[in-house]
């Protein structure tokens, strides 16, 4: 080959590249909200310390939520509202005697699993004590 072939090909190279390089940035951007440099708050921040050491202490790293085996799937805020309610109920020896999972139902509903039993709603809850953690949890977690 000769050095006018390879000066050619290096100068296609580079008219590529500039071609190619907006499409590169722009895929880096992340569109969930249908704004253009708009993120959902959940994805501008860190985890809540609760999902942050919920996660660590199953060591899985640093995750964005605490998902276990066999848990019900939620969207990822209900996950660290699920962590933050957790982390609230292991400090207090009088909910610890209830074993809580979120989930999301069939029609996109918010699902609360106590002891096996299933609530749609905060107020349906079986104890107050556990009505009061979960609106605190939901309140540190819009902080």
Do not use: C
Request: glycine letters at 6%; hydrophobic letters at 40%.
């Amino acid at each position: 080959m000769d050095t006018s072939t390879l000066v050619i090909a290096g100068i296609v190279i580079l008219v590529m590249l500039a071609f190619l390089y907006p499409v590169f940035v722009k895929s880096r951007k992340v569109n969930l909200t249908g704004k253009t440099d708009d993120k959902p708050d959940w994805m501008r921040e860190t985890p809540p310390r609760a999902s942050s050491k919920a996660s660590l202490a199953d060591n899985e790293g640093v995750t964005v939520f605490d998902h276990d085996k066999g848990e019900k799937i939620a969207s990822p805020f209900v996950e660290q509202i699920e962590d933050i309610l957790r982390a609230r109920m292991d400090a207090d020896p009088h909910l610890k005697q209830f074993e809580i999972d979120l989930g999301t139902s069939e029609d996109g509903g918010l699902e609360i699993w106590v002891n096996g039993e299933k609530y749609t709603d905060i107020k349906a809850l079986p104890d107050e004590k556990l009505k009061q953690a979960f609106a605190e949890a939901v309140k540190q977690w819009n902080k």
